[in-house]
Protein backbone atom coordinates (compact mmCIF):
# COMPACT_ATOMS: atom_id res chain seq x y z
CA UNK A 1 0.00 0.00 0.00
CA UNK A 2 1.27 3.53 -0.99
CA UNK A 3 0.44 6.39 0.97
CA UNK A 4 0.94 10.07 -1.32
CA UNK A 5 1.28 13.19 1.08
CA UNK A 6 1.03 16.73 -0.63
CA UNK A 7 4.68 18.54 -1.17
CA UNK A 8 2.62 22.02 -0.12
CA UNK A 9 1.76 20.72 3.28
CA UNK A 10 3.11 16.95 4.06
CA UNK A 11 0.62 16.74 7.24
CA UNK A 12 -2.27 16.23 4.29
CA UNK A 13 -2.69 12.98 2.69
CA UNK A 14 -3.64 13.28 -0.68
CA UNK A 15 -4.59 9.42 -1.30
CA UNK A 16 -3.94 5.90 -0.70
CA UNK A 17 -3.30 3.37 -3.39
CA UNK A 18 -3.32 -0.45 -3.32
CA UNK A 19 -2.78 -3.18 -5.93
CA UNK A 20 -4.91 -6.32 -6.00
CA UNK A 21 -1.23 -8.47 -5.23
CA UNK A 22 -1.40 -6.84 -1.32
CA UNK A 23 -4.69 -7.85 -0.16
CA UNK A 24 -4.40 -10.66 1.94
CA UNK A 25 -6.59 -12.65 4.32
CA UNK A 26 -6.08 -9.80 6.88
CA UNK A 27 -8.28 -7.02 6.59
CA UNK A 28 -6.08 -3.96 5.19
CA UNK A 29 -7.84 -0.44 6.06
CA UNK A 30 -6.70 2.60 3.21
CA UNK A 31 -8.01 4.73 5.15
CA UNK A 32 -6.68 6.67 8.35
CA UNK A 33 -9.46 6.88 10.71
CA UNK A 34 -9.86 10.40 10.69
CA UNK A 35 -11.09 10.69 6.84
CA UNK A 36 -14.65 10.59 6.04
CA UNK A 37 -14.73 8.24 3.47
CA UNK A 38 -13.72 4.89 5.12
CA UNK A 39 -12.02 1.91 2.95
CA UNK A 40 -10.86 -0.99 3.28
CA UNK A 41 -9.69 -4.23 1.53
CA UNK A 42 -9.58 -8.38 2.12
CA UNK A 43 -8.97 -11.63 0.41
CA UNK A 44 -12.46 -13.78 1.54
CA UNK A 45 -11.48 -17.66 1.30
CA UNK A 46 -14.98 -19.35 1.41
CA UNK A 47 -16.98 -19.59 4.85
CA UNK A 48 -15.67 -16.53 6.28
CA UNK A 49 -18.58 -14.86 8.17
CA UNK A 50 -19.30 -11.14 9.46
CA UNK A 51 -21.35 -11.41 12.11
CA UNK A 52 -25.30 -9.30 11.71
CA UNK A 53 -24.57 -5.67 12.47
CA UNK A 54 -26.49 -2.02 11.33
CA UNK A 55 -24.45 1.03 12.00
CA UNK A 56 -25.76 3.78 14.54
CA UNK A 57 -26.15 6.77 13.71
CA UNK A 58 -24.01 10.02 14.23
CA UNK A 59 -24.15 12.77 13.41
CA UNK A 60 -21.64 13.73 11.32
CA UNK A 61 -19.79 16.80 9.36
CA UNK A 62 -17.80 17.62 6.18
CA UNK A 63 -16.66 20.45 3.46
CA UNK A 64 -14.76 17.62 1.68
CA UNK A 65 -15.58 15.35 -1.51
CA UNK A 66 -13.43 12.34 -0.72
CA UNK A 67 -13.55 9.35 -3.77
CA UNK A 68 -12.18 5.97 -4.26
CA UNK A 69 -11.87 4.27 -7.92
CA UNK A 70 -12.43 0.11 -7.86
CA UNK A 71 -10.94 -0.99 -10.88
CA UNK A 72 -12.61 -4.33 -11.89
CA UNK A 73 -11.60 -4.63 -15.77
CA UNK A 74 -9.29 -2.79 -18.25
CA UNK A 75 -6.77 -0.60 -17.09
CA UNK A 76 -7.01 3.51 -16.16
CA UNK A 77 -4.67 5.90 -16.05
CA UNK A 78 -5.16 8.28 -12.93
CA UNK A 79 -2.97 12.11 -12.29
CA UNK A 80 -3.45 13.38 -9.39
CA UNK A 81 -2.22 16.89 -8.41
CA UNK A 82 -1.63 18.48 -5.09
CA UNK A 83 -3.38 21.29 -2.56
CA UNK A 84 -1.49 23.93 -5.63
CA UNK A 85 -2.83 22.21 -8.73
CA UNK A 86 0.72 20.64 -9.49
CA UNK A 87 0.84 17.25 -10.64
CA UNK A 88 2.26 15.24 -7.59
CA UNK A 89 1.77 11.82 -8.45
CA UNK A 90 0.49 9.20 -11.37
CA UNK A 91 -0.19 5.74 -11.49
CA UNK A 92 -1.57 2.65 -14.08
CA UNK A 93 -4.80 1.52 -12.22
CA UNK A 94 -5.37 -2.26 -13.17
CA UNK A 95 -8.31 -5.12 -12.11
CA UNK A 96 -8.69 -5.58 -8.45
CA UNK A 97 -6.53 -2.09 -7.81
CA UNK A 98 -7.79 0.96 -5.76
CA UNK A 99 -7.15 4.02 -5.44
CA UNK A 100 -8.86 6.82 -2.15
CA UNK A 101 -8.47 10.54 -2.82
CA UNK A 102 -9.05 12.39 0.15
CA UNK A 103 -7.90 16.06 -1.16
CA UNK A 104 -5.96 17.68 -4.03
CA UNK A 105 -7.48 17.31 -7.99
CA UNK A 106 -6.93 14.37 -9.97
CA UNK A 107 -7.65 12.87 -13.89
CA UNK A 108 -8.57 9.59 -15.20
CA UNK A 109 -8.01 8.20 -18.93
CA UNK A 110 -8.95 4.94 -19.90
CA UNK A 111 -6.01 3.02 -21.70
CA UNK A 112 -8.36 -0.13 -22.86
CA UNK A 113 -11.74 -0.76 -24.15
CA UNK A 114 -14.44 -2.04 -22.08
CA UNK A 115 -12.76 -0.90 -18.69
CA UNK A 116 -14.82 -1.03 -15.87
CA UNK A 117 -14.32 0.63 -12.70
CA UNK A 118 -16.57 1.93 -9.67
CA UNK A 119 -16.68 5.36 -8.10
CA UNK A 120 -17.35 5.80 -4.86
CA UNK A 121 -18.14 9.26 -3.00
CA UNK A 122 -18.85 11.25 -0.18
CA UNK A 123 -22.39 12.92 -0.46
CA UNK A 124 -24.63 14.23 -1.01
CA UNK A 125 -23.70 15.67 -4.51
CA UNK A 126 -25.68 19.16 -5.25
CA UNK A 127 -24.39 18.51 -8.98
CA UNK A 128 -21.45 19.84 -11.70
CA UNK A 129 -21.62 23.15 -10.80
CA UNK A 130 -21.28 23.38 -7.02
CA UNK A 131 -18.93 20.61 -7.03
CA UNK A 132 -16.30 20.92 -9.54
CA UNK A 133 -13.99 23.49 -10.44
CA UNK A 134 -11.52 22.66 -13.65
CA UNK A 135 -7.75 23.18 -12.74
Same mark, same amino acid.
Given at each position: ?????? !?????? +???????? /????????? +??? &???????????? !?? &??? /?? /???? +????????? %???????????????? $??? !? !???? $?? %?????? &????????????? %???? &?? +????????? $????? /??????
Amino acid at each position: MKRIYS !NIDPSK +LILTEIRR /AELSEYRVD +LSP &DEEFLQVSGRKL !NK &DVR /AP /AHRH +LPIDRSTDI %TQEAWIVLSGRIKGVF $YDL !N !NEVL $YE %TILKCG &DCVVLYRGGHSLE %TLEE &DT +LFYEIKTGP $YFGLE /ADKESI
